[in-house]
Nanobody, 121 residues
Framework: QVQLVESGGGLVQAGGSLRLSCVAS????????MGWYRQAPGKQRELVAA???????NYADSVKGRFTMSRDNARNTVYLQMDSLKPEDTAVYYC???????????????WGQGTPVTVSS
């Protein structure tokens, strides 16, 4: 019913930048929160940033000042601008849509398939 598709991951040198995108599609009426998570090898998935429909964003301490999340509600799209990347940012980055209100008036949470980010030293 709802799909999230991420793009923009890749290989970058330390200090470089990448911009991730996530587009939600399907029978969507509205989305409450959209967020970016990441999972490094051998580690648990962690929240990177999340934004409400009012575009109020919260960030993990480890990315504050380096990552910027923005949201385009009209396009059901979120972006994650990642600057000053560090090797420890290497992970698979996942997009999540929380409390997606469907046209059928039911709610779902949806994950994307993930996009890998590798930062070389």
């Amino acid at each position: 019913q709802v799909q999230l598709v991420e793009s923009g991951g890749g290989l970058v040198q330390a200090g470089g930048s990448l911009r991730l995108s996530c587009v939600a599609s399907g029978n969507i009426f509205s989305i409450d929160v959209m967020g970016w998570y990441r999972q490094a090898p051998g580690k648990q998935r962690e929240l990177v940033a999340a934004a409400t429909s009012a575009n109020s964003a919260n960030y993990a301490d480890s990315v504050k000042g380096r990552f910027t999340m923005s949201r385009d509600n009209a396009r059901n799209t979120v972006y994650l601008q990642m600057d000053s990347l560090k090797p420890e940012d290497t992970a698979v980055y996942y997009c999540k849509a929380e409390r997606v209100l469907l046209i059928s008036r039911s709610y779902v949470d949806v994950w994307g398939q993930g996009t890998p980010v590798t930062v070389s030293s």
